[in-house]
């Protein structure tokens, strides 16, 4: 498949609170890898040419250590690189951040739920980013069944809201009553959650209730799968391998192709940091599977 015109355009578009976002987007973790900032200044900005204008990042993506715990060299935060990158930023773009979580080079990566803890991740945010609002802030949660109410720290990211500091609100790691909670606090413009054609888990019905509310469902891992923080699948099912040969496209093209099917209210955030990989995914939007495909995949 041809992918040196296909845009971002190509997989449709969704609206998150007032802002139309392409259902392609861009995940910014994997770009702190390179010890080189350069490459990952370049890939972003490919990003946006190529129509891409909604990128989902957080303060805690860093390397060396963070989410990924790889690299060497001075500390490479993806929120700057988003900021060297791109600032001043294109008026439709839409970067989606999340909270929860922090980072600190001396002890790791630490869980945040307190009030105070999550205004400070809300101003790391802004100072990286050089914004003086958040465009949609997820709250990231463990999932820990019988004590992981979201009620008190949604409720401080919605005061948050209401100062001006966050424009829209978001989820991430969540089950349904979680929404169903944070939705009786102020709106949801979106869940993001880890799903993959063949790493699915309970997520279908959620996927679908969120559809049903008008809530975008945002997968993370989707070309990762079970490997997740390990970067993309080595190892692809025989239906993607065989759909992808049909079309003579890559398995990982397939594997964002499915996830787009899911239902309009989807929408992809594939990260790479190689500009090669990043033209690969966009064009993924332009691919059409058939029922009888999707039925295999399922």
């Given at each position: 498949?041809p992918?040196?015109?296909?845009?971002?355009?190509?997989?449709?578009?969704?609206?998150l609170?007032?802002r139309?976002?392409?259902?392609m987007?861009?995940?910014?973790?994997?770009?702190?890898?390179?010890?080189?900032?350069?490459?990952?200044?370049r890939?972003?900005?490919?990003?946006?040419?190529?129509?891409?204008?909604?990128i989902?990042?957080?303060?805690?993506?860093?390397?060396?250590?963070?989410?990924?715990?790889?690299?060497?060299?001075?500390?490479?935060?993806?929120?700057?690189?988003?900021?060297?990158?791109?600032?001043?930023?294109?008026e439709?773009?839409?970067?989606?951040?999340?909270v929860?979580?922090g980072?600190?080079?001396a002890?790791?990566?630490?869980?945040?739920?307190?009030?105070?803890?999550?205004?400070?991740?809300?101003?790391e945010?802004?100072?990286r980013l050089?914004?003086?609002?958040?465009d949609?802030?997820?709250l990231?949660?463990?999932?820990?069944?019988?004590?992981?109410?979201?009620?008190?720290?949604?409720?401080?990211?919605?005061?948050?809201?209401?100062?001006?500091?966050?424009?829209?609100?978001g989820?991430s790691?969540?089950?349904?009553?979680?929404?169903?909670?944070?939705?009786?606090?102020?709106?949801?413009?979106?869940v993001?959650?880890?799903?993959?054609?063949?790493?699915r888990?309970?997520?279908?019905?959620?996927?679908?209730?969120c559809g049903?509310r008008?809530?975008?469902?945002?997968?993370?891992?989707?070309?990762?799968g079970a490997?997740?923080?390990?970067?993309?699948?080595?190892?692809?099912?025989?239906?993607?391998?065989?759909?992808?040969?049909?079309?003579?496209?890559?398995?990982?093209q397939?594997?964002?192709a499915?996830?787009?099917?899911?239902?309009?209210?989807?929408?992809?955030?594939?990260?790479?940091g190689d500009?090669?990989?990043?033209?690969?995914?966009i064009?993924?939007?332009?691919?059409?599977?058939?029922?009888?495909e999707?039925?295999?995949?399922?």
């Amino acid at each position: 498949m041809p992918t040196e015109e296909i845009t971002a355009a190509a997989a449709g578009s969704w609206t998150l609170g007032d802002r139309v976002v392409r259902r392609m987007g861009f995940g910014s973790m994997r770009t702190t890898v390179d010890p080189d900032p350069d490459r990952a200044v370049r890939v972003l900005r490919r990003a946006v040419e190529l129509g891409v204008n909604h990128i989902d990042t957080a303060a805690f993506y860093v390397s060396p250590g963070g989410t990924l715990n790889v690299g060497t060299g001075p500390a490479r935060y993806a929120t700057e690189l988003i900021r060297a990158a791109l600032a001043p930023y294109p008026e439709d773009l839409v970067i989606t951040t999340k909270v929860g979580f922090g980072y600190d080079p001396a002890t790791g990566l630490r869980e945040e739920a307190t009030p105070a803890g999550l205004r400070a991740q809300v101003e790391e945010n802004l100072r990286r980013l050089g914004r003086d609002h958040l465009d949609v802030v997820n709250l990231r949660i463990v999932k820990r069944p019988g004590r992981d109410s979201v009620a008190e720290s949604f409720g401080a990211l919605a005061e948050l809201r209401d100062a001006g500091l966050i424009r829209h609100l978001g989820l991430s790691n969540v089950r349904l009553d979680h929404l169903d909670e944070a939705q009786a606090i102020a709106p949801v413009v979106c869940v993001q959650n880890s799903y993959a054609v063949d790493n699915r888990g309970d997520q279908d019905a959620l996927l679908r209730e969120c559809g049903a509310r008008g809530v975008a469902y945002v997968p993370f891992f989707a070309l990762a799968g079970a490997r997740r923080e390990a970067g993309a699948a080595a190892e692809h099912t025989a239906a993607v391998h065989e759909i992808a040969r049909a079309h003579g496209v890559t398995p990982h093209q397939v594997r964002l192709a499915w996830t787009l099917h899911q239902g309009p209210h989807v929408l992809a955030i594939p990260g790479t940091g190689d500009e090669a990989h990043l033209t690969q995914n966009i064009a993924a939007g332009a691919l059409r599977l058939s029922a009888e495909e999707l039925a295999a995949l399922d």
